[in-house]
C-alpha cells in the first residue's frame, strides 16, 4: 500500500502559447502538511485546480488518494475536502444550518448527520453560535465554520488555499492548531499560503513553483540551508577564550564587546558538531551558541528573483 496520499508525474497544462505548468511532479505523503509557495502566475492555483479535478491536465499523470484524476473523478472528489481563499458559507444560515446542508449533500441518517453536526461545532467551538446567522460572524469564525462544512464528509485529504487570508493574528492561530490536530489524525493537508511563516510553522514539506516549474522542494530547514548566508555565532567566557578561538576558527569574525565569534555553516548536525568538537580538542569552553538561517523570504527571493512580499503584491 502507497503512502503517497498525492502524486504527480510530468504534469503541464497551457493556454494557447502560455505554458502554466510545465513538467511538475509531486509526491505528497500522507498525514503530512504539504505547502506550495510560488509568485502571483506561478501556476499554483492551476495545480490545485488539476488535483482536485476542476481542471483536465494536458499531459502527465495524478493519482490522488490512489486515484486517477483523470479516470476516477468521483473517486478523487469523495476522499477530498476543498476550502477556498473566501469563506463558502451561506450567511443568510445558521452555523448550524450550513452544516447540515452539507450533512444532507452528503445523505447521512438522521442521527448521523445530528452527531457529526454536534461534534464538528464542539470541535471547531462554535457551539454557543450554531443559531446565529453566518453573516454575524466574525472573519475568524467564518473560516472556521467553512472548514468544520468541509470535514463533514470526512475527507482524507484537505486542500487548503490561503486558509488564513485576512484573519488577525489570534484566529491565525487558532487555525494552525486545528491543521496540526487535522494531521495528527492522519488526514493529508495540501495548502497554499501568502504567509511564509505560516509555511515555515506548518509544512512538513514545501514546493517554490515558478514560471510552472517546481525550482525547489524539501523541508523548511533544507529550504533555508540551500541559501547563503547562515550562521553560527558562539559567545564565550571571555576575551582570552575568544582570542583563541579566533585563531582555531580563522573563518569566523570575532565581535570583542559582545565576546562572540560569528562562524559560516548551513546549521546542519553534522557541521556544527564537527566545530563543537575542534573548540573542545583545544579546551576552549563555549558559554552557549546560536544557529542563524535564512528564513523562507530569503529562499523565496533567491529562487524567483523577488521577494514573497513583492510577488504577492504583483
Known sequence: MTNSAITASGLRKAYQDK??????????????????????GAGKTTTVNVLTTLLKA???TVRVAGHDVATETKAVRSAIGVTGQFA?????????????LMADLRHLGTRESKRVVEDLLHRFDLTESAR???????G?????????????????????????????????????TIVRDLVAEGITIFLTTQYL????????RIAVLDRGKLVAEGTP????????????????PDAERLAAATRVLPDGTPDEENL???????????????????????????????????????????????????????
Open 19 to 40: 505554458v502554466v505548468l510545465d513538467g511538475v511532479d509531486l509526491d505528497v505523503r500522507t498525514g503530512t502538511v504539504f505547502s506550495l509557495l510560488g509568485p502571483n
Open 197 to 204: 511563516e505560516e509555511a515555515d510553522q506548518l509544512a512538513d
Open 88 to 100: 463558502a458559507v451561506d450567511e443568510l444560515l445558521t452555523g448550524e444550518e450550513n452544516l447540515q
Open 260 to 314: 562572540t565569534l560569528r562562524l559560516p555553516s548551513d546549521g546542519g548536525v553534522k557541521s556544527l558538531r564537527t566545530v563543537l568538537d575542534r573548540l573542545d580538542d583545544y579546551a576552549i569552553e563555549v558559554e552557549e551558541f546560536s544557529v542563524h538561517t535564512p528564513d523562507l523570504d530569503d529562499v523565496f527571493l533567491a529562487l524567483t528573483g523577488h521577494s514573497h512580499t513583492e510577488a504577492d503584491a504583483r
Open 132 to 138: 446565529k446567522t453566518a453573516a454575524t460572524y466574525s
Open 221 to 236: 530547514g533544507e529550504l533555508k540551508r540551500m541559501i547563503p548566508g547562515g550562521h553560527v555565532r558562539f559567545r564565550f
Open 58 to 60: 494536458d499531459s502527465g
Open 140 to 176: 475568524g469564525m467564518r473560516r472556521k465554520l467553512d472548514l468544520a462544512m468541509t470535514l463533514v464528509g470526512r475527507p482524507r485529504i484537505i486542500f487548503l488555499d490561503e486558509p488564513t487570508t485576512g484573519l488577525d493574528p489570534r484566529s491565525r492561530r487558532t487555525m494552525w
